[in-house]
């Protein structure tokens, strides 16, 4: 096998390169972790050698961190608690031997050093990072598990717990310039000068009193309050908090947040002993369903990436957003901030446009004083918008999206104009949520351009585009979109152009069925405690309001026109004052306004139980799913959990709609919904979903 890291020797520097010509990116699996403990050692051994730098010979980053499909591995073994265990054993005694290495180390970062690879500079005496690339930090908490090769134990101690424990738990990744700021690195530089600024503080640590003096500047960063929370008692308030904000987070659905809370506030400066909780701690935590469901949740990722099926996308350098509405402003915020691409805003109100402009400079000014961006930063971004198109822009523009009232007529109006300016190459997206694009392209010139970019609201929050061929759409508008959508920071799933598309198509009818058990007498607040508990992130009926009315009884009478056969038909959402139930209160908070709607329905409470309301919330949609799979909508099943994690905001720790239906069993859940359909026809289960369970599960 071809070695993963080589040595290069500056004057008495050891410089340890990992290039690991097997992987895009270095990650720490046992082979790197066994190589780079052989090439220690020796470095140990060799008086020559006064320090060591180390850093990556790919341009992609330093260390990925743990290699996921060895990871999954271990989580899918017989004993998962202890391979766990000694899988953490294995790195924490390389992290040791860096610790231990007798020779000042330096770790010199570039790109991402997440996980094991943070964990590696951690144990090193100093960090330094290159500026625009560096990405520091834990996400094990992602993984639904926790950083078991000693940064439990390592980066509280470098930074106190204040500092250190929301960057474990939010899985947090720091630039280079808040990596400096909270003292996790001790310099940065540019890129090209990262190994010789690495090697020169390697130097520096060679001379008496460096060492002292990197603590003391570290000590300074950290603000006084969380040094003195430090301190006996304190330390404890610190841990309390943390606790409850993980719990109103996440209502004790995830593991690894409390058990890394439990391990971390356990640990002492006995090095040993804390890292064999640690080692523990993640063992318990690979054996989770959650842990096995959120590691899948990366691969579902990273499949969704290959969608264009080898198909190469069209450059795109320049885009032009029509139409800057609630979406259009939406779309043009990612345009600028992740893809940092020339995007021209036309809109025919001027008042919208200059709204626009201001919504974008707000989102921008937040990330300055959040220090996620520099002013000048912001500014760069922000001049990448250009308000109004004129022909000229169009003829320049490789990539329209559409964002204009839902109207057919005007749809086609919108892009005859822009067929008649822009090059016959450009690809033309619509963000359309309703109409089919084989409709929206039946009058172009050159249709197989057309392609649908369904972005959710808010669009610069939400991580799910779906991308929609039309019957003549190309593969490479497809290839392009799905390009772009990544470049968003986005995740694109691509789906077949059907009604309501396939979000919507299951979102609907699970808002919907909430609303029919109001109707019934539940109170709100019961129905949307259930669906929280779940682990939704907004109740049902709340949500109706925050997606906007219109919107909603828009897409549910297309819905309806299409799947009328199977949804229930709530009085109260049919009453002319339904929108009257949704106010915003003078913060701009939505405010349900249940009171209101009781009076309306006027029922009695049935007193269901909250097993039953959930298990009608969950079920509606998976027999809605059921009929999106059989139909095609998405060719793999994880498309479609992974679309409805990204899209709803389902819990990922499910593992999505079919994971979680394969956990209850899918004989089981068309038994339960056979039982709810003697009262609720709509709840039938759907032929596809009792062709699936005849087959026994979907995954
Ligand atoms: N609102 C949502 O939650 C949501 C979610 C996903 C998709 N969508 C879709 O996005 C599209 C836009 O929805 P929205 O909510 O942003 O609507 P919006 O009314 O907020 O914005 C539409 C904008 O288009 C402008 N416009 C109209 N004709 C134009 C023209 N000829 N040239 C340039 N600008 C023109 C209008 O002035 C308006 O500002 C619709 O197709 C909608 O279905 C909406």
Redesign the pocket.
């Known amino acids: 096998m071809a070695a993963k890291t080589r040595i290069e020797m500056q004057g008495k520097v050891a410089h340890l390169i990992l290039d690991d010509p097997d992987e895009k990116l270095n990650t720490l699996g046992q082979a790197m972790i066994e190589e780079i403990g052989q090439q220690l050692a020796a470095l140990k051994a060799d008086a020559s050698v006064e320090a060591v730098v180390i850093r990556s010979g790919k341009a992609s980053g330093f260390l990925a961190g743990a290699n996921l499909n060895e990871l999954q591995a271990l989580s899918a073994s017989k004993d998962p608690v202890k391979d766990g265990y000694e899988a953490a054993k294995a790195g924490q005694a390389l992290m040791n031997l860096v610790e231990d290495l007798g020779k000042p180390t330096v770790a010199a970062v570039h790109g991402p050093a997440l996980g094991g690879g943070c964990e590696i500079t951690l144990a090193c005496t100093a960090r330094v990072a290159a500026l625009d690339s560096a990405r520091i930090g834990l996400p094990e908490i992602q993984l639904g598990i926790l950083p078991g090769f000693g940064g439990s134990y390592r980066l509280p101690r470098l930074l106190t717990h204040a500092t250190a424990l929301p960057i474990i738990l939010n899985s947090t990744n720091l630039d280079a310039r808040r990596a400096l700021k909270a003292g996790l690195v001790d310099d940065v530089c540019p890129a090209q000068q990262l190994a010789e600024v690495a090697q020169a503080l390697a130097l520096s640590l060679l001379k008496p009193g460096t060492r002292q003096r990197l603590a003391a500047a570290r000590h300074a960063k950290q603000p006084w309050m969380n040094r003195a929370l430090e301190m006996g008692p304190l330390k404890a308030i610190v841990f309390r908090q943390a606790r409850q904000g993980v719990l109103a987070k996440t209502h004790g659905a995830y593991p690894a947040p409390l058990k890394a809370l439990e391990v971390i506030q356990a640990h002492s400066a006995d090095r040993a002993a804390s890292l064999e909780r640690e080692a523990q701690g993640l063992g318990q935590l690979l054996a989770t369903d959650a842990s096995r469901n959120l590691v899948r949740l990366f691969f579902l990722g990273q499949d969704a990436k290959k969608q264009a099926g080898g198909v190469k996308g069209a450059t795109v350098a320049r885009v032009t957003v ?7 402003s939406g779309i043009a915020i990612p345009l600028v901030t992740k893809a940092k691409l020339p995007t021209a805003l ?4 001027l008042e ?1 446009l200059g709204k626009a402009l201001k919504k974008i400079r707000e989102h921008l000014g937040k990330a300055v004083a959040k220090r996620r961006l520099t002013p000048t930063e912001a500014a760069q971004q922000f001049n990448l918008l250009r308000p109004g198109a004129e022909s000229a822009d169009l003829a320049c523009t490789d990539l329209v999206i ?5 109207i057919l007529g ?2 086609h ?2 892009f005859a ?1 822009l067929e008649a300016h822009v090059r016959p190459d450009a690809i033309l997206a ?6 089919p694009i084989g409709d929206i392209a039946a009058q172009a010139q050159r249709p197989e351009r057309f392609v649908g970019m ?4 808010p ?1 610069e929050v939400m991580p799910l585009v779906e991308v929609i061929p039309g019957p003549k759409t190309s593969p490479q508008a497809v290839a392009t979109v799905v390009e772009l959508t990544l470049k968003l920071g986005k995740t694109p799933v691509v789906v077949k152009d059907s009604p309501g598309f396939l979000v919507n198509r299951i979102l609907l009818p699970y808002i919907l069925e909430a609303v029919q058990m109001v109707d019934e007498g539940v109170p709100v607040e019961r129905v949307e405690k259930a669906a929280l508990r779940f682990g939704m992130p907004v109740g049902p009926i709340k949500l109706i309001g925050e ?2 009315v219109p ?1 909603i009884l ?1 897409v549910f009478s297309i819905l309806e026109q299409h799947f009328g056969d199977h949804l229930p038909q709530p009085a109260w959402f049919k009453k002319k004052e339904f929108p009257d139930a949704f106010m915003r209160d003078a913060a701009g908070r939505m405010q349900v306004q249940a009171a209101l709607i009781q009076g309306w329905v006027g029922k009695a409470d049935p007193g269901y139980s909250d097993q039953d309301i959930q298990d009608r919330l969950f079920l509606v949609m998976l027999n809605e799913g059921a009929r999106a799979l059989a139909e095609g909508l998405v060719p793999e099943p994880g498309l479609l959990d992974l679309a409805m994690i990204y899209g709803t905001g389902f819990p990922p720790y499910r593992g999505g709609l079919l994971r979680e239906a394969d956990r209850r069993g899918l004989a089981a859940c068309v038994k339960r919904l056979e039982a709810f359909s003697a009262q609720a026809p709509w709840l039938k289960p759907s032929a596809g979903l009792v062709a699936a369970a005849v087959k026994g599960a979907y995954y």
């Open positions: 029509v139409g800057a509405g609630f979406m259009g036309k809109e025919s109100n919208v559409e964002a204009v009232p839902e005007l749809k109006k919108v104009e619509s963000n359309t949520s309703t109409l369904h972005f959710f609201s669009a997606v906007g919107v828009h």
